[in-house]
């Protein structure tokens, strides 16, 4: 199979040996679209992103990026007319706020609107409004095409279907996921091939991160005081990392002045 814009990435992914090559996408994705947003080519600067962005706000993950980032006019400028927006759009839902009535007090963890209770005005733009983020938003759509050309290249290129065999396996969110596609997109024979090479995969890996956190721990046994280390050094933040995806040691990311 020729080479083309997404295949390139997730045949670098695979070869990189991480202990998950969607994980290795995701940052990719991410830090491609923390430099649009904020990096040297202004993109705020643009009213049709600036639109975008006041419209969709951002995430408390992403709201920490963007801070550390680096560009803190740009993430300044962006919160401005972010918060102009904020400023209309909730003056305008107090203009019609009625607080419902009948309701009783419940305890906190508690509290469920009653059947057929409609929501609280003032908590429904709440959610709303913290409810999307321009970046995850922007690279989840990239992401999901790396995901079907993921099936597209097993079913097709014999190379990368030896890279995936050979690969480290994946964390478990982005395990559920190829489970998920691979159940939808894959012909019953593909189905049947795919699922024999993934689950013995993670199965054989997560002993392996298993068997590491187990000597990363007993280490820490003044008895096992100058023992090697062996695969274990980093255990911890690859186990962080196969159970819940990402680089939990990953230093910021800043931009590149």
């Known amino acids: 199979m020729k080479e083309k814009i997404y295949t390139i990435p997730l045949n670098d992914a695979f070869k990189a040996g991480d202990e998950c090559a969607f994980c290795f996408i995701e940052r990719k994705l991410e830090e491609q679209t923390m430099d649009f947003v904020l990096g040297a080519g202004a993109s705020y600067m643009e009213d049709d992103v600036r639109a975008e962005t006041d419209e969709m706000g951002f995430c408390k993950v992403h709201y920490k990026k963007m801070y550390e980032y680096g560009n803190r006019l740009g993430a300044g400028l962006i919160m401005k007319t972010h918060f102009q927006k904020l400023c209309k759009d909730l003056d305008e839902a107090a203009g019609h706020f009625v607080p419902g009535k009948g309701s009783r007090r419940l305890p906190f963890k508690k509290m469920k609107a009653p059947s057929g209770a409609g929501e609280n005005q003032m908590a429904a733009w709440a959610k709303k409004v913290t409810g999307t983020c321009y970046i995850c938003d922007h690279y989840r759509d990239a992401y999901g095409r790396y995901i079907e050309t993921f099936f597209d290249m097993f079913r097709k290129n014999g190379e990368f ?43 054989e890996n997560l002993h392996r991160i298993y068997e590491d956190l187990d000597w990363f721990c007993d280490k820490f046994d003044y008895r096992n005081k100058d023992a090697d280390w062996k695969t274990s050094k980093d255990a911890l933040q690859r186990g962080m990392q196969k159970a819940g995806g990402g680089y939990p040691a990953d230093p910021p990311y800043v931009m590149n002045r």
């Open 161 to 203: 279907k030896e890279l995936f065999k050979n690969s480290k396996g994946f964390c478990i969110p982005h395990f559920a996921d190829l489970a998920e596609a691979g159940e939808r997109l894959l012909s019953d024979k593909d189905k049947k091939e795919f699922f024999e090479i993934l689950i013995p995969m993670m199965q």
